[in-house]
């Protein structure tokens, strides 16, 4: 079993900057796919971005390329997400979720129904 808890969500002016943090504990050995994801009221839940641990390789959603940045911390099994230039509609629930890589890694790997583990979600507001 993976533990994740996520942190750093707030609310932000439209144009400013939030990071996540996902920290992950208990059976963390081995490779996994590590996915950011939102959900706002009344929508689906979507995929924001998607990063391996094994090498670092990483995928974004087309609405937030350019300006959102994943990466991860091998040392303490933690994630993260850097929010650049956020925009009103980035307003939403964030959660990060995991599942062990099993095959080639692609951005398919973390597709919502297929993620094993998933934090209890952080709010993200952008508003003025």
């Known amino acids: 079993q993976v533990h994740l808890v996520e942190s750093g969500g707030g609310q932000v002016q439209p144009g400013g900057s939030l990071r996540l943090s996902c920290v992950a504990s208990?059976?963390?050995?081995?490779?996994?796919?590590i996915g950011w994801f939102r959900q706002a009221p009344g929508r689906e839940r979507e995929l924001v971005s998607c990063?391996?641990?094994?090498?670092?390789?990483?995928y974004y959603g087309d609405a937030v390329k350019d300006r959102f940045t994943t990466g991860r911390n091998s040392a303490d099994y933690s994630a993260y997400l850097q929010m650049d230039d956020l925009k009103p509609e980035d307003t939403a629930v964030y959660y990060c979720?995991?599942?062990?890589?099993?095959?080639?890694?692609?951005?398919?790997?973390?597709?919502?129904?297929?993620?094993?583990?998933w934090g209890s979600g952080t709010q993200v507001t952008v508003s003025s």
């Open positions: 979720a995991a599942v062990p890589i099993r095959g080639a890694f692609s951005m398919w790997t973390c597709s919502t129904s297929d993620m094993d583990y």
């Open positions: 990063i391996s641990t094994m090498d670092g390789s990483r």
């Open positions: 208990g059976r963390t050995a081995g490779y996994y796919a």
